[in-house]
């Protein structure tokens, strides 16, 4: 079975100590999950605390970005094996927020993927349309790009990945996508996957869907394919998030 997945994508939010708090009161609500694996993806700089929080329970760390190289005259970044001195088992690449504001490119996100997967960091590669895209009917053009860019001729088995859809205009707005829409497009991605690796089972690939995920829309996507959630605005209150992660354990 394909393992569900809920991640909490703080973005640039949280100072050390309201990390702290957030991983006290989350861990004791969490306790018991038998078919959820949450994983929390703090800013860098709270990384290690929230390391030293979650020792002694099963709940996940990772990043929100990485750079490819190994070390080096690189300011400002972080390389996976310093991802990993610090924690991390998951990072996210690519998404939309990076490749807009900061123009990251399909090839810097391939770059990321490889070497994240080098270090042994199991890539959440995000990918999703704009809503022009949608409009002008590119989005299964344009998710597809998006994942051949990042993944073609790269080595991955099922266990090492975790895809994200997260259509652009969803993301922060208050305006999620159906389930269908999800679900047509999971699909799509799992097609993707399997025409360029024709090795892995793309169907075990845990495929998350994100944008404005709430416990109040979120029932609905597990319906269908759709194997969890990348959740920004309401991962930041343990309640809020905990209500996602308990709709997925009961799904
Ligand atoms: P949102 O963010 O839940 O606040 O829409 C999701 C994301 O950007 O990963």
Redesign the pocket.
């Known amino acids: 079975m394909t393992p569900s997945l809920i991640?909490a994508?703080w973005?640039m939010h949280k100072t050390i100590s309201e990390a702290q708090a957030f991983c006290r009161d989350f861990i004791v609500l969490s306790r018991g999950l038998k078919k959820t694996t949450v994983v929390i993806c703090p800013p860098f700089t709270a990384l290690a605390a929230v390391a030293a929080s979650l020792k002694s329970s099963d709940i996940k760390l990772g990043a929100q970005d990485v750079h490819w190289e190994a070390k080096g005259a690189y300011t400002g970044e972080i390389s996976p094996d310093q991802l990993v001195d610090a924690g991390c088992r998951y990072v996210?690449i690519g998404?939309?927020?990076r490749r807009q504001i900061l123009g990251e490119t399909d090839i810097m996100i391939r770059k990321k993927v490889k070497a994240a997967l080098g270090a042994g960091l199991i890539p959440i590669l995000?990918v999703g349309e704009t809503l022009q895209e949608r409009q002008e009917n590119k989005a299964y053009e344009i998710v597809e790009q998006q994942i051949t860019g990042a993944l073609k001729d790269i080595e991955f088995t099922e266990e090492d990945l975790v895809i994200?859809y997260?259509p652009v205009w969803?993301?922060?707005?208050?305006v999620?996508a159906s389930y269908q829409d999800a679900d047509e497009m999971a699909a799509h991605i799992r097609t993707c996957l399997q025409n360029i690796n024709t090795r892995v089972m793309a169907a075990k690939i845990p495929l998350l869907y994100?944008?404005?995920?709430?416990a109040d829309n979120f029932a609905e996507f597990l319906q269908g394919s759709i194997n969890g959630a990348?959740?920004?605005?309401?991962?930041l209150e343990a309640d809020s998030f905990f209500q996602i992660v308990r709709l997925c354990e009961s799904a």
């Open positions: 991640i994508n973005k996210i998404h939309s927020e995000c994200a997260e969803a993301i922060g707005t208050g999620n994100g944008g404005s995920v709430k990348l959740v920004g605005g309401a991962s």
